[in-house]
């Protein structure tokens, strides 16, 4: 074989190992969740929930420079209002430096809003009745409230640093069938 060929057929093989990468990190497994059905991508872990507050629970690897994964949790109906809820999800960030950036949509499960928030998160810190935090700088969460067909606010929140977070928003998305492009500013 000749430099030339071994030099194609080592770039061929690179870039179909590419591809089939690229193909597997896009690969999806469909769960469903009371009355949600999502899209979530296969490297992303599920875990027995936390509490019985919690429909589902994944974990999302670290992205380079991480220390610690994300985590999204499907929440199911609750109380409260868009507009009360989206208050409260702003008002877990200190607000120096704080960018809060909502939206809405119509996705294939239903409308939703999205509450895209980032800064100095107070990450809880222990057990809920406790209602400790402790300051987790450089986060981002993103709360998204989804009423599908059958009824029912339920919520999906995405948790971690920045850069896990935002290596994970498309795919996040994509999960409950929503697209970016067509999405409007929401106000409360």
């Known amino acids: 074989m000749t430099r030339i060929h071994l030099y194609a057929t080592l770039v061929m093989s690179v870039l179909a190992w590419g591809f089939h990468a690229q193909a597997d990190d896009a690969e999806t497994t469909t769960i469903t969740a009371q009355g949600l059905t999502l ?20 974990v999302i690897p670290a992205a380079g420079g991480d220390l610690e994964p994300a985590e999204l949790v499907v929440f199911p109906p609750f109380g409260g209002s868009i507009s009360e809820n989206a208050k409260r999800w702003v008002g877990q960030f200190q607000a120096e430096n704080r960018t809060v ?51 029912g606010n339920y919520t999906l929140k ?14 996040f998305r994509k999960s409950f069938g929503a697209d970016a492009s067509k999405e409007t500013a929401y106000e409360f």
């Open 101 to 151: 950036d909502m939206k809405q949509g119509k996705a294939t499960q239903g409308d939703y809003v999205l509450v895209d928030l980032s800064g100095t998160f107070n990450k809880p810190d222990g057990p809920m009745m406790m209602q400790k935090t402790k300051p987790a700088p450089n986060y981002r969460v993103i709360n998204v409230m989804i009423t599908p067909a059958s009824g």
């Open 158 to 171: 995405l948790t971690g640093p920045n850069k896990t977070v935002s290596a994970a928003v498309e795919a």
């Open 39 to 58: 899209q979530i991508p296969k490297t992303w872990k599920a875990h027995q929930p936390s509490s019985s507050m919690r429909l589902a629970q994944f």
